[in-house]
């Protein structure tokens, strides 16, 4: 099994910066990438970023050149710095684990993000 917990989560306005933290702990090596969704009020879960454990990573068209995603793989963690937000940024995020075996993603609790205009 592997356990998720996010942080850095809050309350920010429009055209500020937040950065979210997730780290990982139990079986690791089950992980072949780690990113992160969100979920509005209303809406389906939704990609904001991903990365592979080989480096590869992708965005959701929404954010692409406000956010980036890194990786410290010794701390097992994986951040996501966001820029330029806006208010439709608010929602959920969610730290992903994706998972050698498919359907069996990770997932952890999730974090607010509200972003006012």
């Known amino acids: 099994q592997v356990h998720l917990v996010e942080s850095g989560g809050g309350l920010v306005q429009s055209g500020g910066s937040l950065r979210l933290s997730c780290v990982a702990s139990?079986?690791?090596?089950?992980?072949?990438?780690m990113g992160w969704y969100r979920q509005a009020p209303g809406k389906q879960r939704e990609l904001v970023a991903h990365?592979?454990?080989?480096?590869?990573?992708s965005y959701g068209d929404s954010v692409k050149g406000r956010f980036t995603i890194s990786r410290d793989n010794a701390e097992n963690s994986v951040f996501l710095q966001m820029n330029s937000l806006k208010p439709e940024d608010t929602a959920v995020y969610y730290c992903?684990?994706?998972?050698?075996?498919?359907?069996?993603?990770?997932w952890g609790q999730g974090t607010q993000v509200t972003v006012s205009s």
């Open positions: 992903n684990g994706g998972s050698m075996v498919p359907g069996d993603d990770y």
């Open positions: 139990g079986s690791i090596s089950r992980m072949y990438a």
């Open positions: 990365m592979t454990n080989n480096g590869y990573t």
